[in-house]
């Protein structure tokens, strides 16, 4: 059988990044590592991930919630490390 951790593990993306996408879509696990993994197959799905991170990270700030926007920034940071063609044409 095939579980979560697996499914985590052929993604493109650590837990920390498939947790960020959820948290942006309401998703759970199982279907934002789906997601993920689909973004990150497809022309500026990169970019879309990065662009999320960064919605979640305004969205902690704007509810006065300084120590979960600091655990995304670590993620973005580590995103950016990873996949760094993600900052570059970011979709508005």
């Known amino acids: ?3 979560l951790d697996d499914i985590e593990d052929i993604t493109d993306l650590t837990r920390a990044e498939i947790d960020a996408i959820g948290e942006h879509e309401a998703l759970p696990p199982l ?3 789906a997601l993920a993994d689909r973004l990150m197959h497809i022309h500026h799905g990169p970019q879309k ?3 999320m991170i960064c919605e979640d990270i305004r969205a902690a700030l704007h509810r006065d919630d300084l120590p979960h926007a600091r655990e995304l ?5 580590r995103f950016l490390n990873d996949h760094p063609g993600a900052a ?3 979709p508005r």
């Not at 920034?73 to 940071?77: A, E, M, N, P, S």
Request: aromatic content about 6%.
């Open 1 to 3: 059988m095939i579980t």
């Open 31 to 33: 279907n934002a590592a």
């Open 49 to 51: 991930v990065q662009q």
């Open 73 to 77: 920034y670590v993620v973005l940071h």
């Open 88 to 90: 570059e044409g970011v």
